[in-house]
């Protein structure tokens, strides 16, 4: 499952997520195995601060968020997610960074 479709696949986790204030703004993907054809992707979102602050850590806020994954989602959707990555609000230039190092042309 390439980004786009992923993307389109989660557009009811991404609603639910908003629905319940845990998030802000988009997904973003990055692919877990850069290079390899299929990868799993990375899912990168920013949460609301007002929530995280009702959490007693990020273990917490992912056990929720993964709760509604499994809520809004299928397992053949579910298992093209490799990784759920949360940023709070000042990570915004972090969240659309890739994690993994671009090599050299």
């Known amino acids: 499952m390439d980004k ?3 993307n ?3 557009q009811n ?3 639910n997520c908003y629905d319940k204030g845990y998030i ?3 997904l973003y993907f990055d692919e877990a195995y850069p290079g390899m054809i299929p ?3 990375i899912v990168k979102m920013r949460v609301k601060k007002s929530w995280m602050d009702t ?3 990020r273990g917490k806020a992912l056990d929720e968020l993964i709760d ?3 809520d809004t989602t299928t397992a053949e959707t579910r298992k093209n997610v490799h990784v ?3 940023f709070d609000e000042n990570e915004t230039d972090l969240i659309q960074q890739p994690i993994h190092r671009q090599e050299a042309a």
């Open 39 to 41: 990868t799993a992707l």
């Open 84 to 86: 759920l990555a949360i």
């Open 24 to 26: 802000l703004g988009d």
């Open 55 to 57: 959490v007693s850590s």
């Open 4 to 6: 786009k479709e992923l």
């Open 8 to 10: 389109f696949k989660l």
């Open 68 to 70: 509604v994954l499994w």
């Open 13 to 15: 986790f991404k609603k």
